[in-house]
């Protein structure tokens, strides 16, 4: 349940649109002689000359301007390649390549002209989802060919291989499709998951070979499980070693999972599916570890422990091929161990261990790396916040600390011992590059401009980055600096100036203003607020938007936050949102306060944030509405029932409304083991109180959703119509957690500012109480 991936926050929703489908009014009985009637026509939304319009937020060319994905460097440098989305359909993308010297642009693949335009196999379609792709089109990801001659292209579910000349030569051509492919890291081989099992298939040419045999029914090879895509950002399934003698293989098997009946209920009928999801305190999946040859002979098994109910975190070869390194993460999640594995035996070793605090977990993070002297930089949390640690014969040197956050490792220098990194140490709002030096701990400096939201990637050589950056007046620029930081060109200049789509919008475009609150236990909490242009003695009505969730990114940045909320202020709303406790990027002593509490300390400070607002003379205390998505839709609901009257309205998109509903990595994170501790279970559960709601509810959902699944509205929904207790809702035929698309986005926000419209902006407001007769 992660933030970009699991609720459709609203400042991503004006770049890449939250949705619905249109809902066509009800037939009318047939005359004797049918006739045919014209179609509704959409009413024409009136706006003041220079303000955005609903059908401009979500509509084409995107908003935010051209936005380049997967940006990197071939192999010699010569190339800058990434998918860019087309200005007529934005949801499209197509290959592209700018030439670093001459800066001359050219598109090496064009999704619509080489696809074949097949249906992607369910197997993929999940795949994107727990990506958060779902909605794109045409080409989602591709990998360079170490000699840099070629690119390995996926597209709608057969592989590419694309030259620099501009031909493209078509790999595979099945119907099962191919999940999971790379090229191999000398370039030898192509290799991929079809039928769940791994395949291997020479670059040069020749027919694919089966490495593992046993795929099929409840078993998959190469592949990740639910978890570990959902939850784990663990996208794959194996592995190559550097110099290609080995493949390490994921084997798991799904027999031991509950079967959930799954509806997947569509406009013109419904699918049933037999979806294995580990619900909370129900079996995992069983997963083993193997490394091969890449024929696949020589199969020898990985020893992860005595204990099979372990999770399968993170797997790397160091450098030389030697070693597998393997995290072997416990099903509490309070201890994460590393392994040290010996391609020959498979006979793995601790080579060290982290432990969580009595009342914590462990976040996993890709933020390490294995050094050619056998060393280990990693990040930890041991002190409280995530810093950067250097592993060396057995004992640990600490890179940075503070009470501040490290949020990713982008790159290291080995020759010069150079470690270059994200985090938020002169901002909590702001994440910044910064370097440190090996020799010198914790003498850091900051390589990217104050203001911004960055983030970046680095050559393997370390001698350039791709850094992405934006601030609430600029959408996402993106550009090719040095290793100091000092930009070299532009890849996406991305000004807001006359021919950007964002450009007429300009002048109401109106400030976001940022400020801190403190919750109840004397803890910071930062907000954000955009209002409309204030009027002397006039209140205004408030949006206030929430996620609440652990586990996920900030809200409360200082990066570009779309279309959607100027929209919002543009029709006389005040937007707000605030990060509650249990929030990721602040500590583990923050994050920690939802520790099996889910539904409190979240609503606290919520609510910590309403009262705030209702001591501002600009705002009508009357009128403050709430809208929230996935666990923004749980908090949705948790704010009516345990804070009545303090909310207008509430909007609940796709909540999570029973946590043994929810997958086991996730809630039991949080919560424990559902047999071990019912009482966090029951108690933050959404379901037995709905009826105490008083307020108006507009409740959301996408009819085939399969991460949460759509019995969690319908429990709700059952439960409130059982007490006579009044609500709206739309569901949405065909959607999943992502309700979103060309169209839909547009019938979403309708129905939800129709919604407040009627509940919240255009309600009179109640008459003062008259003062006592004395």
């Known amino acids: ?32 002689t049918p006739v045919a009637e014209p179609a509704p026509v959409r009413p024409v939304e009136a706006a003041a000359p220079g303000d955005l319009t609903m059908a401009r937020v979500f509509g084409n060319p995107d908003l935010s301007g051209s936005q380049p994905r997967a940006v990197r460097l071939s192999p010699d440098g010569t190339l800058l390649t990434s998918l860019r989305n087309r200005d007529d359909e934005k949801e499209r993308f197509d290959l592209w390549a700018v030439d670093t010297a001459t800066g001359q642009a050219r598109m090496l693949v064009d999704s619509k002209s080489v696809g074949s335009g097949a249906e992607l196999t369910e197997a993929e379609k999940m795949q994107r989802e727990r990506a958060r792709i779902g909605g794109q089109k045409g080409i989602v990801a591709y990998d360079w060919a170490p000699d840099g001659k070629s690119i390995l292209v996926p597209l709608d579910g057969d592989l590419y291989l694309a030259g620099l000349d501009g031909k493209v030569t078509r790999l595979t051509n099945t119907p099962g499709g191919e999940l999971n492919p790379v090229v191999s890291p000398k370039g030898g081989f192509v290799s991929f998951v079809r039928d769940q099992n791994v395949f291997v298939q020479p670059l040069a040419g020749g027919a694919a070979q089966a490495v593992t045999k046993g795929g099929g029914g409840t078993v998959h090879f190469g592949e990740a499980e639910f978890v570990a895509q959902e939850e784990m950002d663990r996208r794959t399934g194996y ?23 799954r509806a997947s209920i569509g406009a013109t009928g419904t699918k049933v599916y037999e979806q294995r999801y580990p619900a909370a305190g129900t079996p995992n999946v069983l997963v083993e570890l193997y490394i091969m040859k890449p024929d696949g002979s020589g199969q020898v098994k990985v020893d992860l422990g005595t204990n099979p109910d372990i999770y399968l975190a993170r797997v790397d070869w160091t450098p030389d091929g030697r070693m597998l390194l393997v995290q072997r993460q416990s099903r509490d999640q309070k201890l994460l161990e590393m392994l040290r594995v010996d391609p020959a035996t498979g006979k793995s070793t601790v080579l060290f261990t982290e432990k969580s605090g009595v009342k914590s977990w462990l976040n996993l993070s890709d933020a390490y790396h294995v050094l050619k002297d056998g060393s280990l930089i990693w990040r930890s949390e041991r002190s409280g916040y995530g810093h950067l640690y250097r592993f060396a014969s057995g004992k640990w040197t600490q890179m940075t600390k503070g009470d501040w956050v490290v949020t990713d490792l982008v790159g290291v220098d080995e020759a010069k011992g150079r470690l270059f990194f994200l985090g938020n140490k002169d901002d909590v709002l702001e994440q910044q590059l910064y370097s440190v030096d090996v020799a010198k701990p914790n ?63 300009l002048q109401s475009h109106q400030e976001t203003k940022f400020g801190t609150l403190k919750a109840k236990n004397g803890m910071t909490l930062y907000y954000e607020m955009i209002t409309p242009p204030l009027e002397p003695g006039k209140k205004y009505p408030v949006f206030f938007e929430h996620y609440g969730g652990p586990g996920t990114g900030q809200q409360v940045t200082r990066g570009w936050q779309g279309g959607l909320p100027q929209y919002l202020v543009d029709r006389g709303w005040i937007y707000f949102k605030i990060d509650n406790r249990g929030s990721y990027n602040r500590g583990k002593a923050f994050e920690d306060q939802i520790y099996h509490a889910m539904g409190t300390v979240e609503v606290e400070d919520q609510l910590s944030g309403a ?31 345990k804070t009545p009257g303090v909310y207008a309205a509430a909007v609940s998109g796709a909540p999570v409304t029973d946590w043994q509903l929810y997958d086991t990595h996730y809630t039991e994170r949080y919560l424990g083991d559902p047999a071990k501790d019912p009482a966090s279970y029951s108690t933050s559960a959404a379901v037995e109180d709905a009826n105490r709601i008083v307020d108006p509810l507009l409740l959301i959902h996408g009819m085939a959703d399969d991460n949460v699944f759509l019995d969690n509205s319908t429990k709700v929904a059952a439960r409130m119509q059982a007490t006579a207790t009044p609500f709206e809702m739309m569901f949405y035929p065909g959607y999943t957690h992502r309700v979103a698309g060309p169209g839909i986005s547009e019938h979403v926000w309708g129905t939800i500012l129709n919604f407040l419209d009627r509940t919240v902006k255009d309600k009179p407001v109640p008459e003062a109480a008259p003062a006592p007769v004395k």
């Open 443 to 505: 003498v850091i400096t900051r390589l990217t401009e104050a203001g911004w939201w960055n983030s970046a990637t680095m050559d393997a050589a370390a001698s350039r980055f791709i850094i992405s950056r934006s601030n609430p007046k600029q959408p996402t620029q993106v550009y090719l600096a040095d290793a100091t930081g000092k930009r070299l060109s532009w890849i996406n200049e991305n000004a807001v100036v006359e021919g950007h789509p964002y450009y007429p919008y």
């Open 239 to 261: 592995w190559w070693s550097p110099d290609e003698r080995y493949v390490a293989v994921e084997r798991f098997d799904e027999a031991p999972v509950h079967t959930a009946t």
């Open 611 to 641: 009262n705030y607002l209702k001591s501002l003379p600009f705002v009508e205390p009357s009128k403050i509405a709430t809208y929230g998505w996935s666990y923004g839709g749980y908090m949705s609901l948790k704010m009516l029932e």
């Open 1 to 32: 349940m992660r933030t970009w991936l699991l609720g459709l926050a609203l400042a991503s929703v004006g770049t890449a649109a939250m949705a619905a489908d249109q809902v066509t009014p009800a037939q009318k009985p047939a005359a004797a």
